[in-house]
């Protein structure tokens, strides 16, 4: 089925720190580790090799596809005596980006780094703590171009990964890998999963359709890309644009479907700016003259739709098969640590709601843990904060929750771990403010009752945006008395109505914008960056993924105070959903950026701005029923507290 390429280059890698360390796995010491019994222990080392799988480079005929892929993987194991072996955590990469390829200087954990490269620093740094590493190119990321990028296909990236996995038992006394015996699981190890963006899609559908994996460490990641990419039926054109420059910058083959829709809706595509719903990115992909190729919604919607948790809910709950050659379409119990950021304008607090309330179903050990960190969209001033969540530190969760289920080995950082941590940091400072978090035991929804809770509750309320309107239209729900209340969780409408004003241009579709705001002090403040849009029409739920009868907004968590005056804001245009264009050659224009994610790109810029002279009208009025925020007193709602 599988062999290796020819060669493998083996580099040890000789520090300091190799047979360092306290000699204890307690997450409480950053720098801990095992140190090796035997007097002369091989080195930590690097080994970067390649894997030939018997897997087809695409399915998509258009692409011509090979009948073979390629997968190439670094290995980085831990500092051994001879026949010692370690648990396995297998990495991957973010959209765009490639294996890590190298050791970090020691097992020092990097807790202020941003949320992200915190994530990659620990995996870097975890052979330190008794692990061996397995970071893989996805296909059609790095070096393993030959085959094209699917976006998590169930039926090719995860059958990579579990060859890879397969490669690891049959080489695991090459590397010091641990095998699993007595479990009934064929090429059993003792493996967990670790990665961000991307590489957190990656790991529940391996997850649900691989018996070997123990446990997952999802950051940043998706529960539906159809709802990440088209809320509300609308084209998140902001970061939809940011990611075709990833794409391009980073090298990536894509599947002839994603490699059209970034074509229409990214930099080169010259009218993305007036594709702005559903149908409208329907008809730009159908064109005949769409490239690579003309693309039908309904291929362009099958291959989004199935990639994500949303999907693997919506079947087993329909009594229906997955179609990926599983025996039984019904998640297992795995426990799930999930890390995601409240200001992540990619894939929001939410879909991690909907990832845990999944794994939770199925009854395995799930704690969420939000954060400042994630997606953030630079042209809206973004930056990126840490995986912490106020005093719950992100990477020594993340490293005490691998000790405890891969070694069984207790720690400080696992018995303090909450169920549920949701980071209230002040959005207008972040990531700058003291961190503060919310712990409960279960995700707040809509306006709560009992106890410590703050009823937040608006039967019914019209707003009105005018055409030319720059500045937002605020609706009050509730005003706060005192400085002891928070926001924080999901919250909730049971129905928008969004109706198209005017003047309009014929070309152009409609769409609401709203998110929750708080007016204090007379500054209006979107919290946590989250805004959702909505098509013209009437909405009853999360169109595109209907998980449940009534619409959640985004997540977010914000500390109030006193006079807080707390509602919903309606845009009549934001960042976010507006196209990237070349700043190249353009003069006057004041929003042009030159780095992505710490990664030079050329110079772009958000087709709102001004000198650019493109005319963008969107008067619309919006009739919401039932909105319902979650207002509580940290220490006196019920299972709550804050962490500071």
């Known amino acids: 089925m599988q062999k290796i390429m020819a060669s ?41 090799g390649s894997l030939l799988i018997n897997s087809p480079s ?5 692409a011509d596809p090979a009948a073979t892929t390629t997968i190439f993987y670094t290995v980085l194991t831990p500092p051994r005596c001879p026949g010692a072996s370690y648990p396995l955590v297998l990495h991957s990469h973010g959209y765009g980006g490639s294996k890590l390829t190298a050791l970090a200087a020691n097992g020092d954990l990097q807790p202020t780094m941003p949320h992200f490269g915190s994530i990659d620093a620990l995996a870097q740094a975890l052979p330190y703590h008794g692990y061996v590493v397995i970071s893989f190119d996805e296909r059609g990321h790095g070096e393993s171009t030959n085959a094209n990028a699917r976006l998590i296909d169930p039926a090719l990236e995860t059958q990579d990964a579990r060859a890879l996995l397969d490669w690891a038992y049959d080489h695991a006394d090459d590397y010091g890998i641990q095998r699993e015996t007595g479990t009934g699981i064929a090429k059993d190890l003792k493996v967990g999963t670790l990665g961000y963006s991307y590489g957190g899609g990656y790991q529940m559908p391996l997850a649900a359709l691989d018996a070997r994996i123990d446990t997952i460490v999802p950051n ?18 902001g970061f939809g644009g940011l990611l075709g420059l990833l794409a391009t910058i980073g090298g990536v083959s894509n599947t002839p479907i994603v490699q059209t829709a970034i074509n229409t809706i990214g930099v080169t595509g010259a009218q993305a700016y007036n594709v702005r719903s559903r149908a409208d990115l329907a008809a730009a992909v159908g064109k005949s003259n769409a490239r690579p190729r003309p693309v039908t919604e309904a291929e362009m919607i099958a291959l989004f739709d199935t990639h994500g948790m949303s999907y693997f809910r919506r079947q087993q709950k329909a009594g229906n098969s997955w179609g990926f050659g599983e025996k039984s379409a019904k998640l297992r119990k795995v426990p799930a640590l999930f890390l995601q950021g409240n200001r992540d304008v990619l894939f929001n607090l939410t879909e991690a709601y909907w990832n845990r309330r999944y794994f939770s179903e199925a009854g395995g050990d799930v704690r969420l843990i939000s954060t400042e960190g994630g997606h953030m969209n630079p042209l809206a ?21 691998f000790d405890h289920y891969l070694k069984g080995v207790g720690s400080t950082a696992y018995d303090a771990l909450p169920k549920i941590c949701i980071s209230v940091a002040d959005t207008s400072g972040a990531p700058d403010v003291p961190a503060a978090g919310l712990i409960v035991d279960e995700f707040p929804v809509g306006s709560l009752s009992g106890n410590g809770a703050v009823p937040a509750k608006l039967e019914t309320a019209t707003a009105d945006v005018a055409a030319f309107a720059i500045a937002p239209t605020f609706v009050p729900v509730t005003t706060i008395s005192g400085n002891d209340k928070v926001l924080a969780g999901a ?26 705001g708080i007016v204090r002090d007379g500054k209006t403040i979107l919290v946590d960056d989250q805004l959702t849009p909505f098509t013209e029409g009437e909405h009853h739920n999360n169109r595109n993924i209907e998980e449940d009868d009534r619409i959640l907004l985004p997540a977010v968590g914000e500390q109030l105070k006193d006079g807080d005056q707390v509602g919903l804001l ?32 050329p110079p772009i810029t958000s087709s709102l701005e001004p000198v650019l002279g493109l005319i963008y009208l969107n008067p619309y009025s ?10 509580l007193v940290p220490g006196t709602y019920s299972g709550s507290r804050l962490s500071q």
């Open 491 to 516: 919250p909730t409408l049971a129905r928008i109505v969004i109706t198209r004003g005017s003047p309009v241009l014929p070309n152009q579709s409609t769409n609401g914008f709203v998110g929750v």
């Open 8 to 48: 493998a280059a083996a580099l040890a890698v000789l520090s300091l720190a190799a047979c360092g360390g306290s000699g204890s796995p307690d997450a409480g010491d950053k720098s801990g580790g095992e140190t090796p019994t035997c007097t002369s222990p091989s080195p930590a080392s690097v080994t970067s």
């Open 570 to 601: 309606f845009y009549p245009q934001h960042v976010q959903y507006a196209a990237i264009v070349s700043g190249e050659g353009l003069a006057g224009i004041t929003g042009i950026i030159t780095y992505l994610s710490g990664i030079p790109i």
């Open 58 to 62: 695409d399915v998509d005929p258009s």
């Open 622 to 631: 919006a009739a919401v029923s039932d909105v319902q925020l979650p207002i």
């Open 381 to 401: 001033n973004q930056t990126e904060g840490t995986a912490n969540c106020g005093g719950v530190i992100g990477v020594e969760a993340v490293l005490g929750w």
């Open 220 to 237: 940043g990641t998706w529960h539906g890309l159809i709802y990440s990419l088209l809320p509300g039926d609308s084209v998140k054109l």
